[in-house]
T-cell receptor, first 114, second 115 residues
Framework: AQTVTQSQPEMSVQEAETVTLSCTYDTSESNYYLFWYKQPPSRQMILVIRQEAYKQQNATENRFSVNFQKAAKSFSLKISDSQLGDTAMYFCAFMKHAREKLVFGQGTRLTINP | EADIYQTPRYLVIGTGKKITLECSQTMGHDKMYWYQQDPGMELHLIHYSYGVNSTEKGDLSSESTVSRIRTEHFPLTLESARPSHTSQYLC??????????????FGEGSRLTVL
């Protein structure tokens, strides 16, 4: 079974700083999908960014980018120029293929301080 | 904002009561899910459905039951609530035919407290 591990339960940075959230996963598959989801306080969880394992290029979405290291089974999220609105729980997730369910990590609580 | 709605947002009830958490989506998504999440903790999949009249149990055992009679509606029922059921319940949906693979749309959650 696939597992997803987020080793940082909590992180805190100052506004405008860059922060990196770590995620590792375990799978024997060669092709799969990886995701970062954001859950703001008392608001709906939303998809932040997605990576397909067969693509070598790291995905980027505005201030959000990933560092995908397939051999190391590592999938970190970098938030540049952090903003107060980035304060949230961040969940890393894995999906084997389109018909499979998402497997979520334990989450990292990120606080952006003014 | 995603078009997926959960009611009630907050519910405080006594032990032994029957409760139903409602979840509706207007996006025509075929897949729907229920997750259980303690505050600030990881999500546990308790039920999912890949279409009308299709329901499956998730990874975490739950005493709740679900039904999928209509595409847009996926209610969760607890026949006899207990304090151990106190948690937040998140409903989500996704489209297997279009859109971003793996993108789930979540409701705002139903926070249940059983006294």
């Amino acid at each position: 079974a696939q597992t997803v591990t987020q080793s940082q339960p909590e992180m805190s940075v100052q506004e405008a700083e860059t922060v990196t959230l770590s995620c590792t996963y375990d799978t024997s598959e060669s092709n799969y999908y990886l995701f970062w989801y954001k859950q703001p306080p008392s608001r709906q969880m939303i998809l932040v960014i997605r990576q397909e394992a067969y693509k070598q290029q790291n995905a980027t979405e505005n201030r959000f980018s990933v560092n995908f290291q397939k051999a190391a089974k590592s999938f970190s999220l970098k938030i540049s120029d952090s903003q107060l609105g980035d304060t949230a729980m961040y969940f890393c997730a894995f999906m084997k293929h389109a018909r499979e369910k998402l497997v979520f990590g334990q989450g990292t609580r990120l606080t952006i301080n003014p | 904002e995603a078009d997926i709605y959960q009611t009630p947002r907050y519910l405080v009830i006594g032990t032994g009561k029957k409760i139903t958490l409602e979840c509706s989506q207007t996006m025509g998504h075929d897949k729907m899910y229920w997750y259980q999440q303690d505050p600030g903790m990881e999500l546990h999949l308790i039920h999912y459905s890949y279409g009308v009249n299709s329901t499956e149990k998730g990874d975490l055992s739950s005493e709740s039951t679900v039904s999928r009679i209509r595409t847009e509606h996926f209610p969760l029922t607890l026949e006899s609530a207990r304090p151990s059921h106190t948690s937040q319940y998140l409903c989500a949906s996704s489209d297997s035919g279009q859109g971003i693979i793996g993108e789930l749309f979540f409701g705002e959650g139903s926070r249940l407290t059983v006294l």
